[in-house]
């Protein structure tokens, strides 16, 4: 941040598609998935608590196909109605590349969100 610029974004500079991108290699990283699964696999991690929206997903499993971080087959290529994706190694290392970059901001919204719950609330965590 520059002097004089005022600071917007609440509590982190991280979007919700670059969340939602960095989650997906996340996940493909540990293994393949289709679709609606990462989206499920997405909202359980966080406990229900906030769940991407199929129009987020897909439009991003596309793009990252097209990018060649990812690659999708149908599992059964005749009837096309799941599409199963893999990380390439090119996905690999991009996941780690955008993994670092966002620790930054990760770690400053756990920070906010600790001080807000000691300030106001009580709670130590």
């Not at 493909?28 to 609606?36: A, D, H, I, M, R």
């Not at 390439?88 to 001080?115: A, E, P, V």
Request: hydrophobic share 30%.
């Amino acid at each position: 941040m520059f002097k004089g610029e005022r600071q917007r974004q609440f509590p982190t500079t991280i979007s919700t598609t670059s969340f939602v991108k960095l989650y997906i290699l996340h996940l493909l990283n540990e293994k393949s998935y289709y679709g609606n699964r990462l989206k499920h696999e997405i909202s359980k991690r966080l406990n229900g608590k906030w769940s991407p929206s199929p129009g987020m997903i897909y439009p991003l499993l596309t793009q990252l196909e097209e990018e060649g971080y990812i690659i999708g087959e149908w599992e059964e290529p005749t009837k096309r109605t799941i599409r199963i994706y893999k990380i390439t190694d090119r996905g690999k290392d991009h996941y780690k590349t955008i993994k670092n970059m966002n620790k930054s901001s990760f770690d400053d919204s756990l920070y906010i969100i600790k001080n807000v719950l000691k300030d106001i609330y009580g709670i130590n965590i």
